[in-house]
């Protein structure tokens, strides 16, 4: 799977509509402290279905909503769209949104669907919210500090078969 663009409306610091595309081959974000650099990756995650608002650094869920400053009043939605490419060349196109007191809603190249086929399309592609390809601050520690069963977990992700055990969980529960 490839990445190619980023949009970004409301989500954390990126209050006005931005687009960002991603080129083939390495990318680099800099810019001073506080400038949005972990945000972006943030917005990454959290398009894949990240559902934990400890990874995302907030406290509850609505929080990667613009808030405001002394100067622009706080938004009442973040939106963020991932176009991708398949490994089949198929595009893909992934928007999560969140209203305030509303929860998040999930598109799938137009159709409504459940954060759960979000995570599994990206587990299966091994690039999922949790994937060892995004590498945030303090990941490295964690690896050396992990639990063998923590370890596991980290390399299924990578290995693309971590959806296999949310469809063995999907299939004894019926
Ligand atoms: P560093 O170089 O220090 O790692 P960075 O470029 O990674 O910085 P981020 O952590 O991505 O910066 O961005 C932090 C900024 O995002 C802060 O100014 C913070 O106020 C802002 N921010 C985070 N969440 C929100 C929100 N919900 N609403 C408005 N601003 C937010
Ligand atoms: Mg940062």
Same mark, same amino acid.
């Given at each position: 799977?490839?990445?190619?663009?980023?949009?970004?409306?409301?989500?954390?610091?990126?209050?006005?509509?931005?687009?960002?595309?991603?080129?083939?081959?390495?990318?680099?974000?800099?810019?001073?402290?506080?400038?949005?650099?972990?945000?972006?990756?943030?917005?990454?995650?959290?398009?894949?279905? /990240?559902?934990?608002?400890?990874?995302? =650094?907030?406290?509850?869920?609505? $929080?990667?909503?613009?808030?405001?400053?002394?100067?622009?009043?706080?938004? $009442?939605?973040? /939106?963020?769209?991932?176009?991708?490419?398949? $490994?089949?060349?198929?595009?893909? $196109?992934?928007?999560? =949104?969140?209203?305030?007191?509303?929860?998040?809603?999930? =598109?799938?190249?137009? =159709?409504?669907?459940?954060?759960?086929?979000?995570?599994?399309?990206?587990?299966?592609?091994?690039?999922?919210?949790?994937?060892?390809?995004?590498?945030?601050?303090?990941?490295?520690?964690?690896?050396?500090?992990?639990?063998?069963?923590?370890?596991?977990?980290?390399?299924? /992700?990578?290995?693309?078969?971590?959806?296999?055990?949310?469809?063995?969980?999907?299939?004894?529960?019926?």
């Amino acid at each position: 799977m490839e990445f190619r663009k980023l949009r970004l409306s409301g989500f954390k610091s990126f209050v006005e509509p931005s687009e960002l595309r991603i080129e083939p081959g390495l990318t680099g974000v800099v810019g001073p402290n506080g400038c949005g650099k972990s945000n972006l990756l943030e917005a990454i995650r959290w398009v894949m279905a /990240e559902s934990s608002p400890k990874s995302m =650094r907030s406290g509850g869920m609505e $929080d990667v909503i613009f808030a405001g400053t002394s100067t622009r009043p706080p938004r $009442d939605f973040a /939106e963020v769209v991932l176009h991708a490419k398949d $490994d089949d060349g198929e595009d893909l $196109d992934v928007t999560r =949104r969140i209203e305030r007191g509303a929860g998040s809603a999930y =598109r799938l190249n137009g =159709r409504d669907v459940r954060a759960k086929d979000i995570s599994l399309i990206f587990a299966d592609a091994a690039t999922g919210a949790h994937s060892p390809a995004l590498v945030s601050q303090g990941k490295i520690a964690q690896v050396i500090a992990a639990k063998s069963t923590e370890r596991r977990m980290m390399l299924e /992700e990578a290995a693309g078969i971590a959806g296999l055990h949310v469809r063995r969980r999907d299939a004894e529960s019926k």
